[in-house]
T-cell receptor, first 113, second 112 residues
Framework: GAVVSQHPSWVICKSGTSVKIECRSLDFQATTMFWYRQFPKQSLMLMATSNEGSKATYEQGVEKDKFLINHASLTLSTLTVTSAHPEDSSFYIC?????????FGPGTRLTVT | RKEVEQDPGPFNVPEGATVAFNCTYSNSASQSFFWYRQDCRKEPKLLMSVYSSGNEDGRFTAQLNRASQYISLLIRDSKLSDSATYLCVVNRPASGTYKYIFGTGTRLKVLA
């Protein structure tokens, strides 16, 4: 199969702190990974496309200085939420591309207090 | 109008029933098509890619109609465990790369 892990699965942090989320493809290499956010009862919202060895491409309205993405290897992409605020509380999900198919990580539930 | 449209449902069906979902897409350059299922508070899981010739996996059958620009998912002999939201995803060219467009999902409830 195609397994993608995400860590941590949930995190609670204080307002103003930064949180790093890791996304790993465990049994395949992924040149491209995606980061999504999902609010309760809403659709997935693409935040950015992460390409190994190059800068991420951010969707309109997503602040690249706030959501830092690093894709330093073919199996790891990280998303850092900097200076988190309560409105950043959400379910963050990554996916890794194998061929044309996206395989999703289990998600990270972020709560900012 | 959304680029990928799905009926949000919910579709409430009894166990054992056959249920079908459609998904329409507006961009004729769309190239790859997928069905995912997403359980509440979980990540989407790939159910099947949809090929031009149609494909079947057990109780699930997916069809693609390029002329009318829709894909369908048929679930036979519904189980309680099929209750989930089914997401239609379409891949198309965009600015020299590809973009994946998600439908908002169709909610299925299989009732005992």
């Amino acid at each position: 199969g195609a397994v993608v892990s995400q860590h941590p699965s949930w995190v609670i942090c204080k307002s103003g702190t930064s949180v790093k989320i890791e996304c790993r493809s465990l049994d395949f290499q992924a040149t491209t990974m995606f980061w999504y956010r999902q609010f309760p009862k809403q659709s997935l919202m693409l935040m950015a496309t992460s390409n190994e060895g190059s800068k991420a491409t951010y969707e309109q309205g997503v602040e690249k200085d706030k959501f830092l993405i690093n894709h330093a290897s073919l199996t790891l992409s990280t998303l850092t939420v900097t200076s988190a605020h309560p409105e950043d509380s959400s379910f963050y999900i990554c996916s890794a591309l194998r061929g044309y198919e996206q395989y999703f990580g289990p998600g990270t539930r972020l709560t900012v207090t | 109008r959304k680029e990928v449209e799905q009926d949000p449902g919910p579709f409430n069906v009894p166990e054992g029933a056959t249920v079908a979902f459609n998904c329409t897409y507006s961009n004729s350059a769309s190239q790859s098509f997928f069905w995912y299922r997403q359980d509440c508070r979980k990540e989407p899981k790939l159910l099947m890619s949809v090929y031009s010739s149609g494909n079947e996996d057990g109780r699930f059958t997916a069809q693609l109609n390029r002329a009318s620009q829709y894909i369908s998912l048929l679930i036979r002999d519904s189980k309680l465990s099929d209750s989930a939201t089914y997401l239609c995803v379409v891949n198309r060219p965009a600015s020299g790369t590809y973009k994946y467009i998600f439908g908002t999902g169709t909610r299925l409830k299989v009732l005992a």
